[in-house]
């Protein structure tokens, strides 16, 4: 059984009748969401080594959190079982521990966590509201964290308010997206030519390194022009099998990086730049353009037009202050440093800093 549906029972078969019994009529949501790799699905025997288990998040109104939460961890922990279908419930401390803060509580001794959405909120995408967040903001925003709250499962909720902030996260703001689109068009292009250069001059090794740039540039604008979040590192490739556009690209980008020659590496990575040219012209993103592959310049190194994707896809954004930016990206396409953008106050800032 994987962990989400593990965690989903153990609410409904354990902790929603104590509920019942013990605070009867709390309104309250019950989730799984946060971290672990069973919020996306991946979770399997390696997983269970850390964190992993029955667990639920209780997430309730703040006067509700300070008059019942502590009291209610502290007595789950006399009446829980140590196992639920054959599994320990007790915490698991590698890398998380339990919550513990002003707006959260839990116990080494099970799963059970209670916390506010508000809290839930600032700790995982670094504000308390969701509601009409700024284009500055959702750049701001790593995808993966962005999963991290619409990820996992919601088993209940009564005031519908965290089902109406994972609605509110689902995917980027409109004007954001195609302004991300664009950047990755722009990373591409920065580097394309770079592959057949350094095969040119014999550095192999370099040209590869490259292709392998380039072929992860290729997989992050496949989750865009799909729109759906990317994941970190670890399950990167796991999620990029499951997007449409996957069965397209996997083999030119295989051969990308299988070749023996800068030539082939070149010309399949270039085939791939045309799948995802085409994928935005079918589903009409931005202006019209002609994709186009061909020579950089004079010099024998397959490429496409970037200079025209990228353009094509900022004419189609509406909001002034994103069009007057310039063709950077947000923060996880300025960075993949993994203490950066699992830190949304420090994401904050760059992104500020970036472009103020």
């Known amino acids: 059984m994987q962990g989400i549906e593990l965690s989903r029972r153990f609410y409904t078969e354990i902790v929603a009748p104590w509920l019942g019994r013990t605070a009867p009529g709390l309104p309250h949501a019950a989730a799984l969401i946060g971290y672990g790799s069973e919020l996306l699905g991946f979770d399997d025997e390696v997983s269970r080594d850390h964190n992993w288990g029955p667990r639920v998040h209780l997430l309730v109104e703040r006067s509700d959190f300070d008059q019942h939460a502590r009291r209610l961890v502290t007595e789950f922990t006399s009446v829980a079982p140590t196992q639920f279908l054959g599994e320990p419930i007790g915490w698991r401390s ?9 707006e959260a509580a839990g116990a080494t ?6 916390h506010t959405v508000e809290a839930t909120l600032e700790r995982l995408v670094g504000t308390r509201s969701v509601e009409a967040l700024s284009p500055l903001q959702w750049l701001a925003l790593p995808e993966q964290r962005l999963l991290a709250v619409t990820g996992g499962a919601v088993f209940h909720d009564d005031s519908g308010k ?19 689109i664009a950047c990755q068009w722009r990373r591409i292009a920065e580097e394309q030519a770079f592959v057949g250069r350094a095969g040119q001059v014999g550095d192999d090794l370099g040209s590869r390194v490259v292709a392998g740039r380039l072929v992860r ?46 030539q082939t590496r070149g010309d399949a990575l270039a085939a791939a730049y045309l799948v995802l040219a085409h994928e935005q012209l079918a589903k009409g993103i931005g202006a019209r353009f002609e994709p186009v592959i061909g020579p950089y310049f004079d010099r024998p190194f397959t490429t496409i037009n970037t200079d025209e994707l ?12 994103l069009k007057s930016l310039p063709v950077v990206g947000s923060i996880d396409q300025v960075s993949d440093l993994t203490p950066l953008l699992e830190d949304p106050a420090m994401a904050n800032r ?6 103020s």
Request: hydrophobic residues 50%; charged residues 20%; proline residues 7%.
């Open 350 to 355: 760059v992104v500020g800093a970036l472009f």
């Open 109 to 114: 001794e099970h799963g059970l966590e209670i």
């Open 162 to 180: 965290l089902t109406r902030a994972r609605a509110a996260l689902a995917y980027l703001s409109d004007d954001v997206w195609l302004y991300k």
């Open 310 to 321: 990228v353009a094509a896809t900022l004419e189609g954004i509406r909001d002034p202050w």
């Open 217 to 262: 540039d290729i997989m992050r604008m496949a989750f865009l022009l799909g729109r759906r979040y990317a994941p970190y590192a670890k399950w990167f490739g796991s999620a990029f099998v499951q997007l449409p556009l996957a069965e397209a690209l996997a083999p030119h980008l295989r051969q990308a990086l299988g070749a023996a020659s800068w």
């Open 94 to 102: 590698r890398p998380h521990p339990p919550a513990s803060g002003s």
